[in-house]
């Protein structure tokens, strides 16, 4: 209890500190870059920078107050842990990570946050060993690896400008070639680590990790950090840039809410839950909107982090179950846990007054009013109706119904330190949306909109809402039609065949392929054709020379005879 109590209370205190700072900077416009000097030999220094804005500052304080409640949270969810200490410390080791990459405007100290952000995530995500966990963190780690490489190649292409500030160089190089090679290496980089198409397999695969790294991992720390990097670089985005990043990023958000409606797994579902609003984000911030994709970033955080602690309970409750068919009737058994379950999953959907519904709400009268054509309008409420469909369907599935489960069982909101660590951030899912709005939008946006567009949002929710609830009433004689049509439900409930494609795809049929081609051409037809083909025909060849090559006997009596008859036609 000693180590998360320390790392629980100084992570809060440096939460409301940073966030206090964060309302002093923001009110008056102001920002600091610290120097550092960490080595000097003889005219040369290494300087350390740390950008201080009311950005990095708000950002930090969200996620030091999610780490704080999540350390809370495990003293008792990993309560049966002999290495309860080693779980701490990679927490820590993970924030410390993250913070490292909020504050720099250094590439190169970001590569270090970056980084330790992909190795520790391997080390906790395979922290269950068992073979499932170590395929996941491989996929995780290397997939993180090829957002890593661009990062590195564009810390080598910004030699070309002698420092690797960045901040320095986004407002007046925006427009010079070499900024936006940078800009679409940082795009890479971005797209890996918030899991857009086509690297978004990993993202449900990392729910192998223990719920609490879920929880911290998947609202505000690693699947953010692509959107926050791409949020500081989003002053020299050029156009084509942002057609690219705003078609892929709708795609994906449209894709995770469809898989989420076909998912039974609880974290996965909540998973693909923050992979859809990962593509909100991403999408807003290729419009232009990136104050509104910061704005959600942190309303996400909160609501999603709560909403990994409820399914974390859920599922310690039911003695380590995650398939939501098992699940049924929890309500009866933990009031208070589906209580704010509910909350985070309304809040999720957007209902008004919520934390989620500011952000999510704004975004969409925000893109309503844009000259955006139909196919992003279309794919945004589709994809919100989707949200509120596969939301419905998880809460009809898991808190209604009948109980599924063992009739033994230990269900039931006597974890108090669990309630707790949940109690600190429910508040802040109900009231920080309306604070935020109050203190990041300076002035409000003005929306003028039709009564029929204004009102399409609550439409997409109302119709969404029955969908899933239609999808959820599975009795056991009623036939279900995604069995009758199987293959378009492992299309759709597969993530578009993406984690085969990342898996099967990149080691299982690259090496069959190279089998065949080895069979085939390299001792098949290239041996025919090559150093075989080429000796057979030779040894013909000179066995044709040697006449009668395989009689050599009668050779050499037929020559000794025309030799003796030469003789004797010379003697006569």
Known sequence: MSVCFIYYTSFFVFSMLSFFLSLNFLSSDYSVILEIEMLSVNSSSILMSIILDWMSLLFSSFVLFISSMVIFYSYEYMEGDLMINRFIMLVVMFVGSMLLLIFSPNLISILLGWDGLG??????????????????????????RLGDVAFLMSIAWMLNFGSWNYVFFLDYMFNSVEMSIIMVLMLFAGMTKSAQIPFSSWLPAAMAAPTPVSSLVHSSTLVTAGVYLLIRFNFCMGESVKIILLFIASLTMFMAGLGASYEFDLKKIIALSTLSQLGLMMSILAMGGYVLAFYHL????????????????????????????????????????????????????????????????????????????????????????????????????????????????????????????????????????????????????FICLSFLMKMMTLVVVVFGGFLGYELAQLALSYKSKSLKLNMSSMFYGSMWNMPYISTFGVNFYPLHQGESILNSIDQGWSEYLGSQNFYYSLSELSKFLQVFHSNNLKIFLSLTVMWVVFLVFMVF
């Not at 190795?119 to 997939?143: D, E, H, P």
């Not at 709400?361 to 992003?376: A, K, P, T």
């Not at 599935?397 to 109980?403: E, K, Q």
């Open 119 to 144: 190795l520790v995530s391997y080390c906790l995500v395979i922290y269950y060993q068992n073979v499932k966990s170590f395929n996941a963190g491989m996929l995780t780690a290397l997939t993180n």
């Open 298 to 445: 942190l309303t996400h955080a909160l609501f999603k982090a709560l909403l990994f602690m409820c399914a974390g309970a859920m599922i310690h409750g039911l003695g380590n179950c995650q398939d939501i068919r098992y699940m049924g009737g929890i309500i009866n058994q933990m009031p208070l846990t589906c209580v704010f379950f509910i909350i985070c999953n309304m809040s999720l959907c957007g209902l008004p007054f919520l934390s989620g519904f500011y952000s999510k709400d704004l975004i969409l009268e925000f893109i309503s009013m844009e000259n955006v054509g139909m196919y992003v309008y279309i794919i945004y409420y589709v994809s919100t109706g989707l949200t509120v469909a596969y939301t419905f369907r998880l809460i009809y599935m898991v808190l209604s119904g009948d109980y599924n489960y063992y009739s033994f069982h230990m269900i039931s909101d006597l974890g108090l330190v669990m309630l707790k660590g949940m109690l600190g951030i429910i508040f802040f899912v109900v009231f920080m949306g309306s604070t935020l709005s109050w203190v990041i939008l300076s002035t409000p946006y």
